[in-house]
């Protein structure tokens, strides 16, 4: 009875700890600044801007003859033959990690989408023309995000600016997901990935 207990217990702390979400917040303000931070259930952490580390003092250089030799030119050809395969390797990885991705993004979660452009040009005839362009664009953009995500609260709007010399764009994105569908992403993509990697070996 109390291994049933136990089991019991171990299967509904997995089931919460999948239920916990996630989430992330990126955006850029109107004077080009950008932010990021992430979401793990109640606690933050704050990416961009990062806090400012006091600067290290440099090191004075080498002289010249203790610095290394260069390498011979058999090693070269070896260093560039291993960058060609790892490059292969991974152009071969991009199809199943593509898949695998596109359902991971159908099941994330945009809480809050801003997106406010503020056209602008130095004269009035390519702000105006600008204008209608930046218009176009963002009705190209709304149907795929719309399409592959789950958008709660949206604002898009494209202004122009007269006075301004360059457009400006403020944005805001924030989007959550849990955790038991980002490892059931991480299964997906290593069964998509294995065989690949087993056939390269």
């Excluded at 004075?60 to 960058?83: D, L, S, Y």
């Excluded at 023309?129 to 664009?137: D, L």
Aim: hydrophobic residues 45%; positive net charge; charged residues 30%.
């Amino acid at each position: 009875m109390t291994g049933w207990l136990v089991a019991g217990g171990v299967l509904l702390l997995l089931v919460l700890l999948g239920q916990l979400r996630l989430g992330a917040a990126a955006g850029c303000q109107e004077d080009g600044a950008v932010y990021l931070s992430l979401r793990v259930g109640p606690f933050r952490f704050r990416l961009l801007p990062a806090r400012e580390k006091p600067k290290a003092e440099k090191k004075p250089k080498r002289p010249e003859k203790e610095r290394k030799k260069k390498k011979p030119e058999r090693r070269k050809k070896q260093a560039a033959k291993g960058k060609r395969d790892m490059l292969s390797l991974a152009l071969r990885m991009i199809p199943p990690a593509a898949k695998a991705a596109g359902r991971l993004l159908r099941k994330i979660r945009i809480d809050r989408l801003e997106l406010h452009l503020i056209w602008a040009a130095a004269d009035p005839a390519s702000a105006a023309a600008g204008y209608g362009k930046a218009q176009a664009a963002m009705g190209i953009l709304w149907p795929p995000l719309e399409h592959n995500f789950r958008v709660k609260e949206r604002e898009l709007s494209v202004d122009v600016d007269f006075d301004r010399a360059r457009p400006v764009l403020i944005a805001h994105v924030q989007m959550t997901l849990t955790l038991g569908q980002l490892l059931s992403f991480g299964l997906r993509l290593a069964a998509s990935l294995l065989p690949v990697i087993a056939k390269k070996r």
